[in-house]
């Protein structure tokens, strides 16, 4: 069969991600595939709601789970390598990611969004040219001039259960860049999202990986109201077990590492 005659599905199937495998990237934890990351946009016209188009990605490559590093569109053969580089780098954007690539099953074509003004962004490559993900994180860590000690707070793993929950693309975003400031040294961030959004969570996942990192040795999380502090005690916070405490009649016990209070 020819390649022009093969499908889009059929291109990924038989050429991307064996490129992908061959270049280093483990297909349970690094690979996914047909990504779908946003529902579309909310549209209310009178008393109607719909939906706008989904948002997705043929591919999306992690450094490690819920850090994606790469975007991949993907073409059928009758396109040319490049035909595909604008709908990568608009979800590039959408996910906060440094690397968009496009593929008809020839080659690939890489656009480098770390690169400053004025150097090479866009350069095709072979398939079986493609970077491991060892090179495309050193190349982000060498755009972002982050350190070995740094490298090791951003790149501490999520908390994970059972459940398989995992953070929204934007909660994604929050959490990452949180990390990546904090371990540059800065320390005040302001984190604005609408009711409904998943702070307390958003919240959760930062303060788990700075604790999990040593980064950070103790932390407080505030509320106004009890019933917040303790519905986040006995939900969201409840994997922190025996090193969280509620701070009550303004008494702390310097034992533990987690710490709830009220504002007042």
Not at 33 to 56: D, K, L, M
Not at 179 to 188: F, L, S, T
């Amino acid at each position: 069969m020819n390649n022009s005659d093969l499908s889009e599905r059929d291109i990924c199937t038989k050429y991307i991600t064996p490129a992908l495998v061959a270049a280093g990237w483990d297909l349970q934890s690094q690979i996914r595939e047909e990504v779908t990351f946003t529902a579309g946009r909310v549209i209310v016209r009178g008393s109607q709601v719909s939906r706008g188009e989904a948002r997705r990605a043929d591919y999306v490559l992690y450094q490690k789970p819920s850090m994606p590093i790469a975007v991949i569109e993907a073409k059928d053969n009758n396109h040319s390598v490049g035909a595909g580089m604008q709908q990568a780098l608009t979800g590039a954007e959408a996910l906060d990611v440094p690397f968009a690539f496009s593929t008809n099953g020839n080659a690939f074509l890489e656009h480098d969004r770390t690169i400053a003004d004025g150097g090479v962004v866009e350069r095709e490559i072979g398939l079986s040219a493609f970077p491991s993900p060892a090179e495309l994180w050193q190349r982000c860590c060498a755009a972002k001039n982050l350190k070995p000690a740094e490298q090791a707070v951003i790149t501490q793993d999520y908390h994970a259960d059972a459940s398989g929950k995992a953070p929204r693309y934007y909660q994604q975003i929050a959490i990452n860049r949180t990390m990546e400031a904090i371990a540059k040294g800065q320390d005040r961030i302001l984190l604005v999202m609408a009711t409904g959004t998943g702070k307390t969570y958003t919240a959760f996942q930062i303060i788990w990986r700075l604790w999990r990192a040593r980064a950070k040795k103790r932390i407080l999380f505030l509320a106004d109201r009890n019933i917040l502090v303790d519905q986040t005690r006995i939900n969201d916070f409840k994997p922190f077990e025996s090193a969280m405490t509620k701070i009550t009649n303004r008494q702390v016990d310097k034992s533990y590492e987690i710490y709830l209070a009220l504002y007042q």
